[in-house]
Structure formats: structure tokens, C-alpha cells
């Protein structure tokens, strides 16, 4: 299971920070990645970024300047740091286990992140 | 840059119907292609990977096929937990792994 903690409402120009907590396995299984997907409301869904347990990281070159995605495997968990929020960054942001690298075949329950002022 | 198409954006059937959902590339994404679907409040479950794969637990009635820039997504006999929200996601040319806009199938 995957469960996605961290808040939801945020300031223009603010920090969304977002862990997702793993259970079940190990997130340091090297059958798989880690990664977030953010879907607007009402539209569709959009590839944030991905990591694997040794800190490796893929980001999604639109938002590549803004995000930084983290792993702490003691605690089993991983994180989404995206600067500068917008407007246009309000989305339900989900994290899930994924294959190949983007795919992704479990996915957390999603949470809410709304940016206003 | 990837661009994945999906038609019809609504599609709306009967129980029991044929269904039949495409997603075009712009470029070659070999079978590099999954999908998945959604339901309302709900996160995505995969479906299929690989182009015809289906994922673990997925019903035989899905199936998925296709190569290259044309595919498409069947559901053999619709039952009503079918209608939902169908994307396709390429994951050849990653970053990103492009998602289609999405197709609704709605009850008829």
C-alpha cells in the first residue's frame, strides 16, 4: 500500500512538500521505482518525476527546475519537493510503485494540493 | 515532443457491448504502452502493459493491442464497473511518460 501525507492548501510561491509512505514491501526492492503523478482537477493525468531506492531520479522535463524527489529507505518512505507552487500546479498528486521506470501498477489513494491565495 | 491521441473522447455503449478505445502516438513507441482506468475519486489501475499485457488480477474480457504509433484497448463484453475514464500512457521515450487525454466510456 501507499499512502500520500502532507498538506493541502499552499500560498503561491510556497514549498508543496509530499511524503508517500510505503507498506507492504520494500521500497528497496530493485524490482521497482518510486514515483509521483499529479492530475488536475477534471483533467488528465501528468508524469511528475520517479526514483529508484539508490537516489536515482527522472524528472519530467517541464517541471524539472521546480522538483526534487527524495528516498529514505528506513523509514520506507519517499518524498515531492516542488518550489515555486502556482495556480496551475493544483492537481491531485498520487504516488505510486512503478515499472518501467513511469508505469505505474500501484498507486496511493491521492491527495488534494490546492495553490491560492 | 511524445504526443499521445486518444479517440473517441466519449464513447458510449450498452452492457454487454464490444468496446473499442484507440490511442495514436507521434512517433514510434515500439510496444512500449500501457493503460489504465479510472474511476471517479478513484486513483488509475493498470490494466495493461507491454501493449497486450494485462496486469495482475485484470479480467481476460480487457485486451490490449497494437505496435508502433496505433493501438487499442477492447473490452469484450462490457460490464457496468467498466465505465470509467481510459488512458494510455507511452514509455518509450521517457522523460516524460506522456498520457493520453483520456477517453470516457459512458453507459449508452
Known amino acids: 500500500q501507499l499512502q500520500e501525507s502532507g498538506p493541502g492548501l499552499l500560498k503561491p510561491s510556497e514549498t508543496l512538500s509530499l511524503t508517500c509512505t510505503v507498506s507492504?514491501?520494500?521500497?528497496?526492492?530493485?524490482?521497482?521505482?518510486w514515483g509521483w503523478i499529479r492530475q488536475p482537477p477534471g483533467k488528465g493525468l501528468e508524469w511528475v518525476g520517479t526514483?529508484?531506492?539508490?537516489?536515482?531520479?527522472y524528472y519530467n522535463p517541464s517541471l524539472k527546475s521546480r522538483v526534487t524527489i527524495s528516498v529514505d529507505t528506513s523509514k520506507n518512505q519517499f518524498s515531492l519537493n516542488l518550489t515555486s507552487v502556482a495556480a496551475a500546479d493544483t492537481a491531485v498528486y498520487y504516488c505510486?510503485?512503478?515499472?518501467?521506470?513511469?508505469?505505474?501498477?500501484?498507486w496511493g489513494q491521492g491527495t488534494l494540493v490546492t495553490v491560492s491565495s | 515532443e511524445m504526443v499521445m491521441t486518444q479517440s473517441p473522447a466519449t464513447l458510449s455503449m450498452s452492457p454487454g457491448e464490444r468496446a473499442t478505445l484507440s490511442c495514436r502516438a507521434s512517433q514510434s513507441v515500439s510496444s512500449n504502452l500501457a493503460w489504465y482506468q479510472q474511476k471517479p475519486g478513484q486513483a488509475p489501475r493498470l490494466l495493461i502493459y507491454?501493449?497486450?499485457t494485462r496486469a495482475t488480477g485484470i479480467p481476460a474480457r480487457f485486451s490490449g493491442s497494437g505496435s508502433g504509433t496505433e493501438f487499442t484497448l477492447t473490452i469484450s463484453s462490457l460490464q457496468s464497473e467498466d465505465f470509467a475514464i481510459y488512458y494510455c500512457?507511452?514509455?518509450?521515450?521517457?522523460?516524460?511518460?506522456?498520457f493520453g487525454q483520456g477517453t470516457k466510456l459512458e453507459i449508452k
Open positions: 507491454g501493449a497486450s
Open positions: 507492504g514491501g520494500s521500497i528497496s526492492s530493485s524490482n521497482y521505482y
Open positions: 505510486a510503485r512503478l515499472i518501467d521506470v513511469v508505469v505505474g501498477d500501484h
Open positions: 500512457q507511452q514509455y518509450n521515450n521517457w522523460p516524460p511518460g506522456s
Open positions: 526514483i529508484y531506492y539508490s537516489g536515482s531520479t
